[in-house]
């Protein structure tokens, strides 16, 4: 089997709301701004989804990434390693790998929240 090339580290750049990948969930806007390896793991992914109303992007589940969730629009609960948390706006979760968690919109407003997850 041939050898394949070391993935190539993320760049030092800014990517915003315009040039981040334009992609979907479910049907709601997904944006990733940044996914691949850094110059110190593996792997890294920083993006962001709008969930409507009463919306999940998917069951509660688990990975072997670590992951933080920022809240900066809308209300909702995020469950988080078997507790279950009301929040808003400057609300930020932090969940070990492979620990359940999940995210639901409760709100009448559409709910924006910001996403990171990596792998050492």
């Known amino acids: 089997m041939p050898e394949l090339p070391a993935p190539v580290a993320l760049p ?3 990517t915003d709301a315009l040039t ?3 992609l979907e969930e479910n049907g709601m806007p997904l944006k990733i701004y940044f996914n691949g390896p850094t110059d110190q793991l593996k ?3 920083a993006g962001s989804l709008l969930l409507d109303p009463g919306a999940s ?3 509660p589940h688990q990975h072997p990434e670590e992951e933080f969730m920022l809240i900066t629009q809308g ?3 995020i469950l988080v390693d078997g507790a279950t948390y ?3 706006p400057g609300a930020m979760m932090y969940c070990a790998g492979n620990k359940t968690h999940g995210i639901w919109n409760t709100g009448s407003e ?7 997850k990596w792998l050492a």
């Open 12 to 14: 030092n750049v800014v």
């Open 20 to 22: 981040a990948a334009q």
């Open 43 to 45: 792997g890294m992914i």
């Open 57 to 59: 992007p998917h069951p």
């Open 75 to 77: 209300t909702g609960e």
């Open 86 to 88: 009301q929040v808003g």
């Open 110 to 116: 559409k709910m924006l929240f910001y996403f990171w």
